[in-house]
């Protein structure tokens, strides 16, 4: 096995993870598929990148790349650890902001003027272009960019993969800080939000909300701010996305971050994810997302292989694009509905439970 | 005396969908402790004049009292707060919940051990609903949705219960019996308002008859009056005389 494909793999499909977790969770509330969703961790991206950078200036503080030896191998550790907490909570907090002004700054007023859901998906894209824009013209600031140089980060293609924390296993495999960091993360992503929506009475809330909001409101349930904990939680995994997209560019199909490929490319795996996942699911969205991830980069190496022509390798967004294709035709529930109980039941010739619905 | 006090009154009301008139001056007055019927033919108005009461049409003018103030801008949810339970005809319950999960979720604010006491008093009152604890709520049948929909009415206490065509769709026979839970919760003390189609089962049970014709009220008075009004009935029920 190509241990370093795979690690790279899982980086960018928990990335995608992430995101089409975020695609379906505001699709699922508020019934608006948010095609800004991708780029609003490209601002927590930036805003990490900055912060770290200003951090270590301010600290005086030098990346050092000489490897220790420890017990799993020889470990870089290039800045303290408050360099990268400070980096994972900026990348949440502005992807929390980014997500809000969004909702707030956005769509709410756009509803309250009566915006149907076209208009709301329609404004999503100009908020896009609106991140897009704005992101260039901070990323050209000469202070932003003085700020980075100090650290040797280009603000035109952001990139910290060199200050990632890796290991060197003493059989040579190469183990990168994020590859954990992704991993741990879509364990306890999995984990917590289970907990979260069948545990918690906000969780039965949410579901609540989701699944009949005038009945919740009737219940004396606020809606409004169930739909609003819905965006900061998306916006929080977003910015994580972020952080894993800044310290590991290059991991996968993750391009380093520039005013000219500023993350277009992923807005297309990402919602390939969340329909995959079924689109109503926010399990399914996350195996969607790692599925893509994974197929996206395995299946084109295997056809590379095979023929001997690496330039396969650049259609891979072909077969996320064939993935949605299938599922929209045979499967549109997506995963979530091939996990469902009916299926298997009528495989095994077990009768519907009786009187299911007179309606 | 109180109990001649009715819970909630309407005076000359005018009210519809946004610019869509449908009731034209209506007044009623709602007996506390009472089961009263409306009935009239489709599009009657009989759905919109439960929904004026919760405040889910617009009121163009005349006043809407609940026990005693003007509630007549009020949102619904406020309205709720007041001891209002609105039983909506379709989706009044969480499919993807379990049955507990529902109840839990329309007790959300009350205090643990309260909540499980009067979780206790619904399964006491429905105890089928006991049966199915662990079941999603989806999975039931059209009676037992029904039920559980009161059920989740009961957790909130409400001095006023306004149920819209609990049997619509439903069959004859489980029709019945969810009338029959409709009378079970009379009896356990609260106020019942009931839109009904079935006619006859409808105003079997109830107390007070109000007949809707047109976004007007053209009968008033007890049921069973109601019930032998036989020009009525060929007029506009359809009812076999």
């Given at each position: 096995m190509d241990w370093n494909l795979f690690t790279s793999t899982t980086i960018y499909a928990s990335v995608l993870a992430l995101l089409s977790l975020g695609i379906t969770l505001i699709y699922m509330t508020t019934?608006?598929?948010?095609?800004?969703h991708p780029r609003l961790s490209l601002v927590a991206a930036y805003a990490a990148a900055t912060l770290m950078a200003y951090y270590a200036q301010s600290t005086g503080a030098q990346p050092n790349l000489t490897p220790k030896s420890s017990f799993l191998g020889s470990l870089t550790v290039p800045f303290s650890w408050e360099f990268y907490v400070i980096g994972v909570i900026v990348a949440m907090a502005f992807g929390v902001i980014a997500a809000l002004v969004e909702y707030y700054g956005i769509l709410k007023p756009l509803q309250r003027r009566g915006a149907d859901y076209l208009m709301l998906m329609i404004a999503t894209l100009a908020y896009d272009f609106l991140l897009v824009a704005t992101l260039f013209i901070y990323n050209t600031h000469v202070d932003v960019r003085k700020v980075l140089a100090r650290i040797g980060v280009l603000s035109t293609k952001m990139s910290m993969t060199s200050y990632d924390v890796t290991i060197v296993t003493s059989g040579g495999a190469f183990i990168s800080g994020s590859f954990i960091f992704s991993v741990i993360l879509i364990l306890l992503l999995g984990v917590s939000l289970y907990l979260l929506l069948f545990k918690t009475t906000l969780g039965v809330k949410m579901r609540a909300s989701v699944e009949n909001p005038p009945l919740a409101e009737v219940l004396g349930i606020n809606v409004e701010r169930v739909y609003a904990i819905s965006w900061i939680i998306s916006g929080l995994t977003a910015g994580l996305a972020g952080y894993l997209m800044l310290m590991a560019?290059?991991?996968?199909?993750?391009?380093?971050?520039?005013?000219?490929?500023?993350?277009?490319?992923i807005v297309v795996s990402a919602f390939a994810g969340s329909i995959i996942g079924g689109v109503n699911s926010i399990f399914g969205s996350i195996a969607g997302g790692l599925l893509i991830g994974y197929i996206e980069l395995y299946i084109p190496n295997w056809l590379a292989i095979w023929t001997g022509n690496?330039?396969?390798?650049?259609?891979?967004?072909v077969i996320s694009m064939l993935a949605v294709a299938i599922t929209l035709l045979f499967a549109p529930e997506g995963l979530a509905g091939l996990l469902k109980g009916e299926r298997w039941k009528k495989l095994f010739g077990r009768k519907e439970e009786e009187g299911v619905s007179e309606e | 005396m109180a109990e001649e006090e009715p819970i909630m009154r309407l005076e000359n009301v005018n009210a519809g969908y946004e610019k869509l008139q449908t009731l034209f001056d209506v007044s009623l007055e709602i007996p506390r402790g009472k089961i009263t019927v409306i009935v009239g033919p489709n599009g009657a108005g009989k759905s919109t004049l439960l929904k004026t009461l919760f405040g889910l049409t617009t009121v163009y003018s005349g006043k809407v009292i609940f026990e005693g103030k003007d509630i007549t801008g009020l949102p619904p949810h406020e309205r709720a707060k007041l001891g209002m339970a609105f039983i909506f005809q379709l989706n009044n319950i969480f499919a993807n919940l379990t049955v507990i999960e529902n109840l839990r979720l329309a007790g959300h604010d009350l205090p643990k051990d309260e909540l499980e006491k009067r979780i206790n008093e619904v399964f006491e009152t429905f105890p089928r609903l006991r049966e199915r604890m662990y079941q999603k709520a989806g999975t039931m049948s059209g009676g037992e949705r029904q039920m559980l929909a009161m059920g989740i009415g009961m957790i909130r206490k409400p001095k006023l219960f306004l149920i819209d065509?609990?049997?619509?769709?439903?069959?004859p026979k489980i029709a019945k019996e969810v009338l029959a839970n409709v009378k079970r919760l009379n009896e356990q003390g609260y106020t019942v308002v009931l839109v009904e189609q079935n006619v006859k089962a409808g105003l079997e049970i109830g107390h007070k008859g109000v007949l809707v014709v047109s976004g007007r009220i053209v009968f008033d008075g007890p049921a069973e009056q109601l019930l032998a009004r036989k020009d009525l009935a060929k007029l506009y029920l359809g009812l076999a005389v």
């Open positions: 019934k608006v598929f948010n095609f800004a560019a290059g991991a996968g199909n993750l391009k380093p971050i520039s005013a000219t490929s500023p993350a277009d490319e690496a330039e396969l390798f650049k259609y891979s967004k | 065509e609990p049997t619509a769709g439903l069959a």
